[in-house]
């Protein structure tokens, strides 16, 4: 086995080979609320090896059979758990049972948002979360309304989590380097992350009215069967980057209020 793994380009695979860069994406989890970390995408471990310094029991998962075995030779004297397979499809419960635990790490491009949404499914159970993305992405995440970027992503995440766009990182400090800038992100889980609304509603209201983002939500949400007086909230002459994520919920409150007094 060769002392390098190759990155590879269906993987989107960037390898970090900054070792300063490294530390500071280790030292943004807070370690308050959880014993247990999840890194996705180790690579050739190089945030891997500053995680395990730390008071955690730290599992490190990669798709890339190559990237698990150097991980399995490179720490086999540390207590890393290495386990092969993809977040996105993988059962967490077999990992951490019910216990809390974080997730960090260098994610892939081509699956980063799916990472989030993936966590925002699992939020009872993850209190934190950091790493880096591509910039852009990033900065989705963390926007505020107003913003031509704030989207589903951006409302989404922080209805349940406090989101905090950390620092940026330049390509060169990639093997190969990426074509743009990556970012790197903190979501900490709000103390309260249940929604005075139903979820699966709230989810809908977001994804509907951002799917036709330049119209206002009168003509977005038609779907939703609107009745007559409501149409006349001011609310719905807005268009959905205007509205803040407190106003989303106030807005399903007021469609499911709605619902009942009109059926």
Request: charged share 25%.
């Amino acid at each position: 086995m060769g002392d390098q793994v190759r990155a590879k380009k269906h993987l989107g695979q960037h390898f970090l080979k900054d070792e300063s860069i490294a530390e500071k994406i280790s030292n943004t989890l807070t370690l308050e609320g959880y014993e247990k970390v999840l890194e996705i995408g180790p690579g050739m471990g190089v945030l891997t090896k500053y995680l395990i310094k730390k008071d955690i029991d730290l599992v490190a998962m990669d798709l890339d059979s190559e990237s698990v075995t150097y991980l399995e030779d490179h720490f086999s004297d540390t207590n890393l758990q290495v386990l092969e397979g993809d977040f996105l499809k993988f059962e967490l419960s077999d990992i951490f049972g019910d216990e809390a635990f974080a997730i960090t790490g260098n994610f892939p491009y081509n699956i980063s948002t799916q990472i989030v949404f993936k966590t925002l499914e699992h939020k009872a159970q993850i209190p934190e979360f950091t790493g880096m993305f591509q910039k852009e992405v990033a900065k989705r995440i963390c926007e505020q309304e107003g913003s031509k970027t704030y989207g589903i992503l951006s409302v989404l995440t922080q209805a349940f989590y406090d989101a905090e766009y950390l620092f940026t990182v330049p390509p060169s400090v990639f093997s190969p380097p990426p074509k743009v800038e990556s970012g790197v992100l903190r979501l900490k889980r709000k103390a309260d992350f249940s929604l005075p609304c139903d979820e699966k509603m709230f989810y809908r209201v977001v994804k509907t009215a951002f799917q036709q983002r330049r119209k206002t939500l009168r003509n977005s949400l038609k779907s939703f069967d609107l009745s007559d007086k409501l149409k006349e909230d001011t609310i719905f002459g807005q268009r959905p980057e205007q509205l803040s994520v407190l106003q989303f919920i106030a807005l399903t409150q007021k469609l499911e209020n709605d619902a009942i007094s009109t059926h």
